[in-house]
């Protein structure tokens, strides 16, 4: 076995390599910047050269190679290349071969397209480690355009009724992909100091979004009116939001697909947005990698697998990890702040 | 269709009391009368007879997007709900239809009578013609479980808005035996003789538990205090010979209480009275529970009549010689209530036999109430009610003039052993919960438990139970037991058929005990003696 999965993390003896490893190592691979795979103590970090600003950002000056899409690295016979997730920007798969034998571990993946990152690409492998965070059926996202569309239709109508709309999405990743497709022309967009960190550290990368203003503590209130607030999911309910009155708060995720799980976040508006593959786009993902042994991680990973040894007929295993795409209750102080 | 479902999507995208109450005047702007017909009775709860098995729809989804049982029933538990499950499986529509409201009902009613196969075609044709929102509420007709956080009071408020009338008489002419099939709109909202149906019932006026300090009841010599019965609050109603029985979630009970058929004949033409009905041994109260195991069964034998003899206890009267005399004081209306049933106990002894007056209590200072409050747990009660004298009789829970004084629930302290995902709101998260108490050295489980946790609270044990579980069987999770709940409940009764041998009234979750370990959870035989004492009382 060319990767196995150890208590640290997903491990490669061959290479001496950990990817997304949970637990401090000598050498991690980073899929993405996200903290439920991006963990602090490791002594050398390797990832795509977008990710490298955040990381430093998330985890202070650590010791951090970058590489491109595709790019080659061999270390004792371990060909290892990176390649488009399509989950947020920067964000790989981990392509490993050694003796003709290949691995591909995806981190978390998406293949609709969200104007941010670069697309998604399947890669041929033998061996495919795939999340499961949308491993059920009941999860068939809408076409984002429609999404996109509801958003701005939504902001609109506040803005009629004089409301200011504040729309809730992960810092990274979820946030600026709300920014890229809000329509400037119906108002400002202010945000979040969380979001606007990571908004400054991803336009020096070369990423462009409309113009937005950072909210501070002196930004005048009656300012807000009819404009759109984007903010972590942390500013639900505290007295942050006090300062947006009247206001209409709107969540983005793919747990809005659920009615129980919008009830219950009590938000006026659930958007069906997820950085993560819907059903459709695991099993497509899984079809084009052609692998016959696939390990699914974090999500409905007993129902993914079964489905898939029963209908793929592929020889598909649960795995434990430590990742946690199925969380939308965390605290989100920038270092757990986990997408969905 | 369109025009319902998008009601419904607006309902259900607010919290906001005035933002349901202005969809709902706006659609029944937009809507002709016999759909507003259709959705008031829709959402004050009069469903449809079913005419198709949900197990049957369930097979028609699965065939229609490819999903196996096990894969469906996987899904099924993480939405916590049929008609939405069903909604998010099948494959995206191939046309739009709009059906109105009215004929989409009248629809699933011919259903009834059709063959299985043509049943599941027209299903399946209909879930192919319909966008999300539509298949969604149309899964929720079919399945009758038409719940959509509008209460039946913002309906009563919309309706009136619209239609420019008092709010109590909506509520009145909403009472009662309609269906859309048998009325209009028209004849329910504005027929001069709202007593044509002679089974209508009036609103029943509702207490809020006491939340106000004493001193500001001023006199105690204002207010009425009785107690609070355990039974089945209802209305027993006598017009033109005929009787009714009403219970206050508004189901006609009147066959399954023979006792009160001699009240046809025995009482006023034009009687309304309000109470408990109670099963009554001679001159004491019997437990809950005894009334209970009688309500359930479909035929009455002799000895299910003579084990559980019921009365009502009578609280008011709302309708006296066919005069609604709700508008007049409490003390007038007690004053009647008196004189008709001493009139009736010296013409008729047996049907006074099944009306027993509530007694009233004079209390002169706070401690003679708080003292009455401690013994009427031995009367099978459950507290005190206080009723201003000068109190008319209002329609729904008011605040001010009626308050019940609840006797504090019993407790427990109960460790959790198993877990269930939940429904509706709390789907996809592990919110319902077995408990167990010690027999010996091992932990039984003696009930579960829904309720009563925060928010917070539910995500919290939900990360928790996914961390700690032991096994799975099916949906239900076995898990370690560590964590400790205090459980409260209004009644404890022997039950051959729990493990534990008892059976909870309302049992519900009081609050998460941090502070104990698993040993510090009861024991079952605290519950026996509970049951002893609640008996037994010294």
Redesign the interface.
Known sequence: MLLKFDPYGIYCPQANVYIDPWKPVKNAIITHAHADHAKWGNENYLSHHLSIPILKFRLGDINVQGVEYGEEIIINGVKISLHPAGHIPGSAQVRLEYKGEIWCASGDYKLQLDGISTPFEPVRCHHFVTESTFGLPIYRFPDSQTVHQDMNDWWLKNKEEEKTSVIIGYALGKAQRIIKHLDPAIGTIYTHGAVDNLNRILEKTGLELPPTKRIISDTNKSLFKGNIVVAPPSAIGSPWMKRFLPYSVAICSGWMQLRGTRRRKSADRGFVLSDHADWAGLNQAIKETGAENVYVTHGYKSAFAKWLRENLHINAVEVDTLYEGESLNESTTPENEIDS | MKKFAELFTVL????KTNEKIEALVNYFAISDAADALWTTALLTGRKPKRTVKTSELKLWAMEL?G??E??FE??YH????LA??IT??LP?SESQTDYSLTGMMALLKTLDKEPEASKKNIIQEIWMQLNTAER?VFNKLITGSFRV?VSQQLIIKALAKHYNLVESNVTHRLMGNWLPATTTLQHLLFNPDIQEDLSKPYPFYLAYQLDVPFASLNNIQDWQIEYKYDGIRGQIIVRKNELFIWSRGEELMTDKFPEFEVLKNTLPDGTVIDGEILPFNGDEPMPFHIMQTRIGRKNLSKKSLSDAPLCMMCYDLLEYNGVDIRPLPLSERRAHLETLIETLKSNNLAAAAVLKLSPVFECHTEQQLIDLRLVSRDRMCEGLMLKHKDSLYEAGRRRGKWWKWKIDPLTVDGVLIYAQKG???????YTDYTFAVWHHNELVPFTKAYSGLT?KEL?EVD?WIKKHTKEKFGPVRSVTPELVFEIAFEGINPSPRHKSGVALRFPRILRWRKDKKIEDANHKEDLLNLIQQLSNPA
């Open positions: 259900d995208q607010t919290t997007s999903v196996s096990w894969l996987e899904s993480v939405v916590g709900d939405e499950t998010l499986l995206p969604f956080g429904h509706g709101r709390r789907a996809d998260l928010d995500v990360s």
